[in-house]
């Protein structure tokens, strides 16, 4: 039996993927979500609750396991010292789930820094919320990092540069969605509520790399 939620009542800080609207949007559309969670249910009455699409997506498709564990850059990522993975997260590595290119990303971000990896596939939702596109999780092209070089993101100081730096470094890698705590002037950053506690960096087939307006953007 599926568990019946509103959208509002889902935990935030695992909630991400490139939704760019402020908080009080989001607060906004969970609010909406909720009254049409009321409606339903009220539709629903002689005793049976129902569950619709409109309040509960279906989950996308997540990435399939695929057999003969890792890839070269797999494996290589998975013995890094410098990365420092979840259980669930080695095994999207082992399964194949996770594509190469957002591994090359970490493994390129991993050269200079000690990176806590929360999620990759596993464990994160599959649409972005509070809407039902696919996010770039489920379909193996994104990364969560919670925390750097030892230090959980949300204790980092927001005017620490080591934040923009990593988010910059990220883009320079390939990624073309680098969400975080900080804002960054540029093409593909974002930050908002659910992202003051890791750096999410994605990877959208054909579109191009996040980057910086200019240097001066940066502090
Ligand atoms: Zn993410």
Redesign the pocket.
């Known amino acids: 039996m599926r568990v019946l939620r509103p959208p509002a009542s889902r935990a935030a800080g695992q909630l ?2 490139g939704f760019t609207a402020g908080p009080w949007e989001v607060d906004g559309q969970a609010k909406h979500a909720a009254a049409r969670f009321v409606e339903q249910v009220v539709r629903g009455a002689g005793g049976t609750w129902q569950v619709s699409s409109s309040i509960d997506p279906p989950r996308p498709q997540l990435a399939p396991r695929r057999k003969g564990g890792p890839t070269a850059l797999g494996r290589a990522v998975l013995d890094n010292p410098q990365l420092r993975i979840s259980e669930p997260a080695r095994a999207d590595v082992t399964d194949r789930r996770v594509g190469d290119p957002i591994l090359s990303v970490l493994d390129a971000l991993a050269r200079t820094h000690i990176l806590q990896v929360q ?1 990759f596939v596993s464990g ?1 939702p599959g649409t972005v919320y509070p809407t039902a596109r696919v996010s770039n ?1 489920a379909v193996g092209r ?3 990092v919670r925390s750097v070089d030892g230090r959980p993101v949300i204790e980092i100081p927001r005017d620490d540069p080591i934040l923009v730096e990593l988010m910059v470094a990220a883009a320079a890698a390939g990624a073309t969605e680098v ?1 975080g705590p900080v804002p960054i002037a540029g093409r593909g950053f974002f930050t908002d509520g659910v992202h003051q506690d ?1 750096l ?1 960096l ?1 990877i959208t087939p054909g579109a191009a790399p996040a980057i910086p307006a200019a240097p001066s953007a940066l502090r």
């Open positions: 991400c993927g999620a994160h999780h994104a990364v969560d969400g890791h999410h994605g």
